[in-house]
């Protein structure tokens, strides 16, 4: 069983930067692909981003590309997700996850991921 424990939420202006990290325990961090969402208040979770266990591959949503970036550091169990020139539209309680799956496309899908963190709330004010 994984547990992932995201952190580093908040609030910020918009045009500053947060950095969001996940870390997990439980399982071989190395060998689990790891992804972010998000979710605002009555809408549905969305991908944000996504890090393959084998090659690092790193994909984005459009929304967030140019701005956010997603890391992994194996030595700590731990991803990341800097986000720079936060927008109003970014304001959502964000999620980290974890998959088996290193197909970087199958990781845009929710239903690719076996453990969930609880969440970490994002404001961003304008």
């Not at 995201?6 to 692909?33: D, I, K, N, P």
């Not at 208040?41 to 997603?70: H, M, N, Q």
Request: proline share 1%; with cysteine.
């Amino acid at each position: 069983q994984v547990q992932l424990v995201e952190s580093g939420g908040g609030l910020v202006q918009a045009g500053g930067s947060l950095r969001l990290s996940c870390a997990t325990s439980g399982g071989t961090f190395a060998t689990y692909s790891m992804g972010w969402f998000r979710q605002a208040p009555g809408k549905e979770r969305e991908f944000i981003s996504a890090i393959t266990w084998l090659g690092g591959v790193t994909d984005y949503a459009d929304s967030v590309k140019g701005r956010f970036t997603i890391s992994r550091d194996n030595a700590k169990n731990t991803v990341y997700l800097q986000m720079n020139s936060l927008k109003s539209e970014d304001t959502a309680v964000y999620y980290c996850a974890a998959a088996r799956t290193f197909t970087i496309v199958a990781l845009k899908s929710l239903g690719q991921y076996s453990y969930w963190g609880q969440g970490t709330q994002v404001t961003v004010s304008s």
